[in-house]
Protein backbone atom coordinates (compact mmCIF):
# COMPACT_ATOMS: atom_id res chain seq x y z
CA UNK A 1 0.00 0.00 0.00
CA UNK A 2 1.72 3.94 -0.60
CA UNK A 3 1.50 5.75 1.78
CA UNK A 4 -0.08 9.00 1.82
CA UNK A 5 -0.47 11.36 4.62
CA UNK A 6 -1.94 14.72 5.01
CA UNK A 7 0.92 17.14 6.03
CA UNK A 8 0.95 20.43 7.96
CA UNK A 9 3.58 22.36 5.95
CA UNK A 10 4.38 25.84 7.39
CA UNK A 11 1.15 25.61 9.16
CA UNK A 12 -0.60 24.59 6.25
CA UNK A 13 -2.63 21.91 4.55
CA UNK A 14 -2.56 22.00 0.97
CA UNK A 15 -5.30 20.46 -1.36
CA UNK A 16 -2.97 17.71 -2.58
CA UNK A 17 -2.07 16.14 0.78
CA UNK A 18 -5.87 16.02 1.21
CA UNK A 19 -6.19 14.56 -1.61
CA UNK A 20 -3.56 11.80 -0.46
CA UNK A 21 -5.10 11.07 2.89
CA UNK A 22 -8.05 10.12 0.85
CA UNK A 23 -6.36 7.95 -0.70
CA UNK A 24 -4.75 6.04 2.05
CA UNK A 25 -8.14 5.67 2.83
CA UNK A 26 -9.52 4.06 0.02
CA UNK A 27 -6.13 1.90 -0.22
CA UNK A 28 -7.29 0.59 3.51
CA UNK A 29 -10.80 -0.32 2.02
CA UNK A 30 -9.05 -2.26 -0.75
CA UNK A 31 -8.99 0.18 -3.61
CA UNK A 32 -5.83 -0.09 -6.12
CA UNK A 33 -4.15 3.13 -6.46
CA UNK A 34 -3.53 4.21 -10.18
CA UNK A 35 -1.94 7.88 -10.92
CA UNK A 36 -4.04 8.99 -13.66
CA UNK A 37 -1.67 9.96 -16.35
CA UNK A 38 -0.24 6.86 -16.34
CA UNK A 39 -3.10 5.20 -17.54
CA UNK A 40 -3.37 4.22 -21.65
CA UNK A 41 -5.13 6.10 -23.73
CA UNK A 42 -5.66 6.40 -27.84
CA UNK A 43 -6.58 9.90 -26.53
CA UNK A 44 -7.19 12.47 -23.40
CA UNK A 45 -11.18 12.29 -24.76
CA UNK A 46 -11.07 8.35 -23.79
CA UNK A 47 -13.05 8.62 -20.08
CA UNK A 48 -12.46 4.67 -19.65
CA UNK A 49 -9.80 2.51 -18.50
CA UNK A 50 -9.37 0.14 -21.32
CA UNK A 51 -6.87 -2.20 -19.35
CA UNK A 52 -9.13 -2.95 -17.05
CA UNK A 53 -12.63 -3.92 -19.06
CA UNK A 54 -11.48 -6.85 -21.01
CA UNK A 55 -9.72 -7.91 -18.30
CA UNK A 56 -12.54 -8.47 -16.21
CA UNK A 57 -14.45 -9.65 -19.35
CA UNK A 58 -12.39 -12.19 -19.99
CA UNK A 59 -12.03 -13.83 -16.78
CA UNK A 60 -15.90 -13.40 -16.51
CA UNK A 61 -17.15 -14.39 -19.74
CA UNK A 62 -14.36 -17.28 -20.70
CA UNK A 63 -16.74 -18.49 -23.35
CA UNK A 64 -16.36 -15.37 -25.06
CA UNK A 65 -13.36 -14.75 -28.12
CA UNK A 66 -10.76 -11.71 -28.07
CA UNK A 67 -13.32 -10.31 -31.27
CA UNK A 68 -16.85 -10.69 -28.73
CA UNK A 69 -14.91 -8.87 -26.02
CA UNK A 70 -13.79 -6.13 -27.92
CA UNK A 71 -17.45 -5.58 -29.50
CA UNK A 72 -18.38 -5.46 -25.79
CA UNK A 73 -16.23 -2.96 -24.51
CA UNK A 74 -16.89 -1.29 -27.89
CA UNK A 75 -20.53 -1.07 -27.04
CA UNK A 76 -19.73 0.72 -23.19
CA UNK A 77 -16.83 2.80 -24.88
CA UNK A 78 -18.98 4.00 -27.92
CA UNK A 79 -22.36 4.80 -25.94
CA UNK A 80 -24.28 8.11 -26.65
CA UNK A 81 -26.64 9.83 -29.23
CA UNK A 82 -29.47 10.37 -26.31
CA UNK A 83 -28.96 13.78 -24.30
CA UNK A 84 -26.20 13.31 -21.65
CA UNK A 85 -28.69 12.57 -19.00
CA UNK A 86 -30.85 9.76 -20.83
CA UNK A 87 -27.19 8.34 -22.07
CA UNK A 88 -26.65 8.33 -18.29
CA UNK A 89 -29.92 6.30 -17.16
CA UNK A 90 -29.06 4.04 -19.67
CA UNK A 91 -24.92 3.76 -18.79
CA UNK A 92 -27.01 2.89 -15.22
CA UNK A 93 -29.15 0.38 -16.29
CA UNK A 94 -26.02 -1.40 -17.94
CA UNK A 95 -24.01 -0.98 -15.34
CA UNK A 96 -26.99 -2.36 -12.86
CA UNK A 97 -28.79 -4.96 -14.53
CA UNK A 98 -26.46 -6.17 -17.46
CA UNK A 99 -26.03 -5.65 -21.04
CA UNK A 100 -27.92 -7.22 -24.16
CA UNK A 101 -24.69 -9.04 -26.26
CA UNK A 102 -25.53 -10.73 -29.06
CA UNK A 103 -22.77 -13.59 -29.82
CA UNK A 104 -21.36 -14.08 -32.85
CA UNK A 105 -23.31 -17.46 -33.29
CA UNK A 106 -26.28 -15.06 -33.00
CA UNK A 107 -27.65 -16.13 -29.38
CA UNK A 108 -28.42 -13.53 -27.02
CA UNK A 109 -26.65 -12.82 -23.80
CA UNK A 110 -27.08 -10.24 -20.86
CA UNK A 111 -23.33 -9.16 -19.65
CA UNK A 112 -22.97 -8.32 -16.20
CA UNK A 113 -20.77 -5.21 -16.40
CA UNK A 114 -19.82 -5.44 -12.49
CA UNK A 115 -20.24 -8.98 -10.17
CA UNK A 116 -22.51 -7.68 -7.31
CA UNK A 117 -22.69 -11.45 -6.32
CA UNK A 118 -19.22 -11.87 -5.87
CA UNK A 119 -17.43 -8.30 -5.01
CA UNK A 120 -14.18 -9.66 -5.10
CA UNK A 121 -14.12 -10.58 -8.56
CA UNK A 122 -14.33 -6.95 -9.65
CA UNK A 123 -11.19 -4.31 -10.09
CA UNK A 124 -11.72 -1.93 -8.13
CA UNK A 125 -9.51 1.10 -8.83
CA UNK A 126 -8.81 4.85 -7.21
CA UNK A 127 -7.59 7.38 -9.58
CA UNK A 128 -5.77 10.82 -9.30
CA UNK A 129 -4.37 13.57 -11.71
CA UNK A 130 -6.88 11.66 -14.49
CA UNK A 131 -6.74 14.93 -17.31
CA UNK A 132 -10.00 14.65 -20.03
CA UNK A 133 -9.44 17.05 -22.75
CA UNK A 134 -12.22 18.79 -24.52
CA UNK A 135 -12.24 21.40 -27.27
CA UNK A 136 -13.58 25.43 -26.31
CA UNK A 137 -13.81 27.63 -28.92
CA UNK A 138 -11.57 25.87 -31.04
CA UNK A 139 -8.76 25.39 -28.41
CA UNK A 140 -7.92 22.22 -26.66
CA UNK A 141 -8.14 22.47 -22.87
CA UNK A 142 -8.24 19.62 -19.83
CA UNK A 143 -10.52 18.77 -16.99
CA UNK A 144 -9.12 17.25 -14.05
CA UNK A 145 -10.92 15.80 -11.36
CA UNK A 146 -9.62 15.04 -8.23
CA UNK A 147 -10.25 11.28 -7.80
CA UNK A 148 -12.19 8.62 -9.51
CA UNK A 149 -13.43 5.34 -8.55
CA UNK A 150 -13.54 3.01 -11.49
CA UNK A 151 -14.64 -0.51 -11.36
CA UNK A 152 -14.02 -2.92 -13.98
CA UNK A 153 -12.13 0.00 -16.17
CA UNK A 154 -15.43 2.08 -15.44
CA UNK A 155 -15.63 5.61 -13.80
CA UNK A 156 -18.79 5.20 -11.47
CA UNK A 157 -18.17 8.02 -9.08
CA UNK A 158 -16.35 11.53 -9.18
CA UNK A 159 -15.21 12.69 -5.90
CA UNK A 160 -13.88 16.66 -5.40
CA UNK A 161 -11.65 18.02 -3.26
CA UNK A 162 -11.18 21.29 -1.65
CA UNK A 163 -8.51 22.59 0.34
CA UNK A 164 -9.28 22.26 3.83
CA UNK A 165 -6.98 25.65 5.18
CA UNK A 166 -8.52 27.55 2.69
CA UNK A 167 -11.80 29.33 4.19
CA UNK A 168 -12.68 30.66 0.76
CA UNK A 169 -13.07 26.90 -0.57
CA UNK A 170 -15.95 25.55 0.00
CA UNK A 171 -18.20 22.03 -1.06
CA UNK A 172 -20.51 24.64 -3.00
CA UNK A 173 -17.26 25.02 -5.11
CA UNK A 174 -16.34 21.46 -5.65
CA UNK A 175 -20.53 20.66 -6.82
CA UNK A 176 -19.92 23.80 -9.08
CA UNK A 177 -17.59 22.02 -10.25
CA UNK A 178 -18.82 18.63 -10.84
CA UNK A 179 -22.43 19.66 -11.58
CA UNK A 180 -22.29 22.94 -13.98
CA UNK A 181 -18.09 23.04 -14.92
CA UNK A 182 -17.91 18.56 -15.95
CA UNK A 183 -21.22 18.59 -17.12
CA UNK A 184 -20.63 21.84 -19.37
CA UNK A 185 -17.14 20.46 -20.64
CA UNK A 186 -16.89 16.56 -19.98
CA UNK A 187 -20.35 15.30 -20.08
CA UNK A 188 -18.34 11.74 -21.72
CA UNK A 189 -17.17 11.22 -18.07
CA UNK A 190 -20.61 11.55 -16.23
CA UNK A 191 -22.61 9.37 -18.51
CA UNK A 192 -20.31 6.61 -17.30
CA UNK A 193 -20.76 8.36 -13.53
CA UNK A 194 -23.71 8.52 -11.33
CA UNK A 195 -22.40 8.93 -7.89
CA UNK A 196 -20.45 12.14 -6.34
CA UNK A 197 -18.88 13.28 -3.74
CA UNK A 198 -17.70 16.50 -2.21
CA UNK A 199 -15.21 17.17 0.57
CA UNK A 200 -13.64 20.08 2.12
CA UNK A 201 -12.02 18.29 4.90
CA UNK A 202 -14.81 19.79 7.74
CA UNK A 203 -17.69 18.47 5.22
CA UNK A 204 -17.94 15.82 3.27
CA UNK A 205 -20.87 14.96 1.43
CA UNK A 206 -22.34 12.21 -1.17
CA UNK A 207 -24.80 12.56 -3.70
CA UNK A 208 -25.06 12.01 -7.45
CA UNK A 209 -24.11 13.93 -10.77
CA UNK A 210 -27.43 15.48 -10.81
CA UNK A 211 -27.90 16.45 -7.30
CA UNK A 212 -28.70 19.79 -5.56
CA UNK A 213 -26.26 20.95 -3.32
CA UNK A 214 -28.70 20.89 -0.81
CA UNK A 215 -29.74 17.40 -0.82
CA UNK A 216 -26.32 16.55 -0.69
CA UNK A 217 -25.61 14.84 2.53
CA UNK A 218 -22.88 13.09 5.01
CA UNK A 219 -22.50 9.46 5.66
CA UNK A 220 -22.71 9.19 9.79
CA UNK A 221 -22.61 5.65 10.28
CA UNK A 222 -20.84 3.07 8.97
CA UNK A 223 -22.71 0.05 10.43
CA UNK A 224 -26.45 0.45 11.77
CA UNK A 225 -25.50 -0.07 15.34
CA UNK A 226 -22.79 2.56 15.62
CA UNK A 227 -22.95 6.03 17.34
CA UNK A 228 -23.50 9.18 15.17
CA UNK A 229 -20.12 10.81 14.15
CA UNK A 230 -20.83 14.74 14.69
CA UNK A 231 -16.67 15.66 14.73
CA UNK A 232 -16.64 16.97 11.53
CA UNK A 233 -13.09 15.91 10.61
CA UNK A 234 -14.56 12.40 11.10
CA UNK A 235 -16.50 12.58 8.68
CA UNK A 236 -14.45 11.77 5.26
CA UNK A 237 -13.30 8.83 6.74
CA UNK A 238 -16.71 7.61 7.98
CA UNK A 239 -17.66 8.39 4.24
CA UNK A 240 -15.19 5.82 3.00
CA UNK A 241 -15.96 2.92 5.38
CA UNK A 242 -19.58 3.43 5.06
CA UNK A 243 -20.05 3.96 1.42
CA UNK A 244 -16.88 3.06 -0.24
CA UNK A 245 -15.96 -0.70 1.64
CA UNK A 246 -15.92 -2.35 -1.99
CA UNK A 247 -19.12 -4.71 -0.97
CA UNK A 248 -21.12 -2.17 0.37
CA UNK A 249 -20.17 0.07 -2.53
CA UNK A 250 -21.53 -2.38 -5.07
CA UNK A 251 -24.65 -2.42 -2.69
CA UNK A 252 -25.75 1.28 -2.50
CA UNK A 253 -24.63 1.38 -6.26
CA UNK A 254 -27.19 -1.42 -7.21
CA UNK A 255 -30.05 -0.80 -5.21
CA UNK A 256 -29.84 2.66 -3.63
CA UNK A 257 -29.33 4.53 -6.62
CA UNK A 258 -32.98 6.34 -8.20
CA UNK A 259 -33.91 7.53 -11.38
CA UNK A 260 -37.24 7.70 -12.44
CA UNK A 261 -38.98 5.73 -15.46
CA UNK A 262 -37.00 7.04 -19.00
CA UNK A 263 -40.55 8.98 -19.63
CA UNK A 264 -39.21 11.69 -17.09
CA UNK A 265 -35.59 12.05 -18.04
CA UNK A 266 -36.16 15.42 -18.77
CA UNK A 267 -36.65 16.30 -15.12
CA UNK A 268 -32.63 15.04 -14.98
CA UNK A 269 -33.54 13.47 -11.77
CA UNK A 270 -31.18 10.95 -9.73
CA UNK A 271 -30.74 10.29 -6.09
CA UNK A 272 -29.10 8.09 -4.00
CA UNK A 273 -30.24 6.99 -0.37
CA UNK A 274 -29.02 8.69 2.76
CA UNK A 275 -27.55 6.81 5.54
CA UNK A 276 -31.01 6.24 7.58
CA UNK A 277 -32.70 5.37 4.19
CA UNK A 278 -30.15 2.75 3.95
CA UNK A 279 -30.09 1.05 7.59
CA UNK A 280 -33.95 1.72 7.64
CA UNK A 281 -34.20 -0.31 4.39
CA UNK A 282 -31.87 -3.68 5.50
CA UNK A 283 -34.30 -3.57 8.76
CA UNK A 284 -37.31 -3.80 6.73
CA UNK A 285 -36.14 -6.51 4.15
CA UNK A 286 -35.13 -8.34 6.91
CA UNK A 287 -38.33 -7.83 9.14
CA UNK A 288 -40.52 -8.61 6.13
CA UNK A 289 -38.62 -12.09 5.27
CA UNK A 290 -38.38 -12.74 9.26
CA UNK A 291 -42.29 -12.05 8.86
CA UNK A 292 -42.85 -14.67 6.01
CA UNK A 293 -40.16 -17.46 7.32
CA UNK A 294 -42.54 -17.72 10.79
CA UNK A 295 -45.62 -16.71 9.29
CA UNK A 296 -46.59 -13.90 11.37
CA UNK A 297 -48.48 -11.70 8.63
CA UNK A 298 -46.51 -8.78 10.66
CA UNK A 299 -43.54 -7.64 8.72
CA UNK A 300 -42.72 -4.67 10.83
CA UNK A 301 -43.35 -0.45 10.71
CA UNK A 302 -41.34 2.60 10.30
CA UNK A 303 -41.49 5.54 11.50
CA UNK A 304 -40.01 8.88 10.50
CA UNK A 305 -40.03 12.71 10.82
CA UNK A 306 -41.93 14.74 8.01
CA UNK A 307 -38.97 15.04 4.86
CA UNK A 308 -37.18 12.08 5.93
CA UNK A 309 -37.34 10.53 2.63
CA UNK A 310 -39.96 7.62 4.08
CA UNK A 311 -41.16 7.50 0.13
CA UNK A 312 -37.82 6.84 -1.14
CA UNK A 313 -37.03 4.06 1.73
CA UNK A 314 -39.90 2.73 0.22
CA UNK A 315 -39.37 2.63 -3.07
CA UNK A 316 -35.58 0.92 -2.38
CA UNK A 317 -37.40 -1.47 -0.10
CA UNK A 318 -39.91 -2.27 -3.05
CA UNK A 319 -37.23 -2.78 -5.32
CA UNK A 320 -34.99 -5.19 -3.14
CA UNK A 321 -38.05 -7.24 -2.39
CA UNK A 322 -38.88 -7.58 -5.70
CA UNK A 323 -35.80 -8.37 -7.47
CA UNK A 324 -33.00 -9.33 -4.59
CA UNK A 325 -35.53 -11.86 -2.71
CA UNK A 326 -37.44 -14.27 -4.96
CA UNK A 327 -35.71 -17.05 -3.38
CA UNK A 328 -37.75 -16.27 -0.22
CA UNK A 329 -40.97 -14.67 -1.79
CA UNK A 330 -40.84 -15.76 -5.07
CA UNK A 331 -43.03 -12.60 -7.56
CA UNK A 332 -44.17 -10.61 -4.43
CA UNK A 333 -47.45 -8.00 -4.70
CA UNK A 334 -46.41 -4.82 -3.92
CA UNK A 335 -49.06 -2.14 -3.32
CA UNK A 336 -47.58 1.48 -2.31
CA UNK A 337 -49.57 4.36 -0.67
CA UNK A 338 -48.77 7.75 -0.54
CA UNK A 339 -50.09 11.15 0.62
CA UNK A 340 -48.26 12.83 -2.38
CA UNK A 341 -48.63 13.22 -6.44
CA UNK A 342 -45.17 13.41 -7.20
Known amino acids: MAKHRLQNI ?53 E ?111 WEQINIRYWRDIPALLHYCPLACISDGAKTRLGTVRTPYEHFYAWRRVEDGDKVSTMPFDELETM ?9 FLEIFRDYIYFQDRDFDSEEKEIVCRYPQFFATRLLRESVLKSVEIKSGKGGTYFGATGCGKTFTMAFLARQLSMRCAHELGSPTILMIVDRDD
Open 10 to 62: NGHFVESDYENALISYLEAEQWSYVYGDSIPRASRKEVLYLDDLPQYLEKTYS
Open 240 to 248: VKGVYRPDR
Open 64 to 174: LDDEEIRQVADNVRLVGADSDFATLHKVYGWLSNGLQFRTQNGSAKMIQLIDFEKPENNLFKVVNQFSVEYINNGETKTRRPDVLLYVNGIPVCVIELKNPADANATILDA
